[in-house]
């Protein structure tokens, strides 16, 4: 059997009197000078005249498809060259270390649109295909809560204090608000006032530099703070 024969018979995705769709086999080139053979010229050898229309998609398949004669291939190419041509993708996938069925166990989000996507970094997923589950390691998630201030790890009062405590906010008075609010409160940072209203927390910046001190009470930023200040935004708050 001529090597091109091998290659047809292993590789025929479709075939009728006009044309023929190819999976080309890696490390040989459809058409072209750069190479010593080529499909076309190794057809060509075995008395099949081809001419190739397009490659269908290089990033996703090896699929070629050419014209069995001259006077398909004008017509062919300029489907494809004016995009008039529909294509339908069908993908045959082999899963890899995945299981063939179970339960998707994965923090889930909504993402742009309304869309919903898995809320978690693809690397950090894992695979148990004994127990027929994908699932994110506990301290993964363990470690996104913590460094998150927006995750709170435990119930907060109604009002969330949180103090910026970084360079800007430390060198326009940060920690001496901060100590004011524990004596105001008697709470220290993560503690909740025994009535529920207040939990005082110190943060990290805040990206609101040019205003510190800065706190945020649950989505309301208050910056340029003082004690004064905080005191009437304390008693606005109750
Ligand atoms: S340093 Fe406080 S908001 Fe940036």
């Known amino acids: 059997?001529?090597?091109?024969?091998?290659?047809?018979?292993?590789?025929v995705v479709f075939e009728d009197e006009a044309v023929l769709v190819l999976n080309k086999p890696a490390g040989i080139s459809v058409m072209g000078e750069r190479h010593e053979t080529d499909l076309?010229?190794?057809?060509?050898a075995a008395g099949e005249e081809l001419f190739p229309v397009h490659r269908i998609d290089k990033v996703t398949s090896g699929a070629v498809l050419f014209a069995k004669e001259l006077r398909w291939h004008g017509p062919l190419t300029r489907q494809f060259a004016?995009?008039?041509?529909?294509?339908?993708?069908?993908?045959?996938v082999t899963p890899g270390g995945t299981p063939a069925q179970g339960v998707i166990d994965l923090p889930l989000s909504a993402g742009r649109k309304g869309r919903v996507r898995v809320a978690a970094?693809?690397?950090?997923?894992?695979?148990d295909s004994a127990r027929g589950t994908w699932s994110v390691p506990e301290s993964e998630v363990f470690g996104?809560?913590?460094?998150?201030?927006?995750?709170?790890?435990?119930?907060?009062?109604?009002?969330?204090?949180?103090?910026?405590?970084t360079l800007s906010c430390s060198l326009m008075g940060a920690d001496r608000l901060f100590r004011h609010l524990e004596?105001?409160?008697?709470i220290?940072?993560?503690e909740t006032t025994p009535d529920g209203r207040f939990t005082l927390r110190r943060v990290e910046c805040l990206a609101a530099c040019g205003g510190g001190p800065c706190m945020q009470v649950g989505f309301d930023y208050h910056e340029n703070l003082d004690e004064k200040k905080t005191d009437a935004l304390l008693e606005r708050l109750k």
Request: glycine share 12%; proline share 2%.
């Open 1 to 11: 059997m001529s090597e091109w024969a091998g290659i047809r018979d292993g590789g």
């Open 40 to 44: 076309v010229r190794m057809a060509a």
């Open 82 to 92: 004016g995009r008039t041509v529909g294509k339908a993708y069908l993908a045959i």
């Open 121 to 127: 970094q693809r690397a950090s997923i894992v695979a």
């Open 144 to 165: 996104i809560a913590t460094f998150y201030t927006m995750f709170n790890m435990k119930p907060v009062g109604r009002h969330h204090l949180q103090v910026c405590m």
């Open 183 to 186: 004596q105001k409160l008697k």
């Open 188 to 190: 220290g940072h993560g």
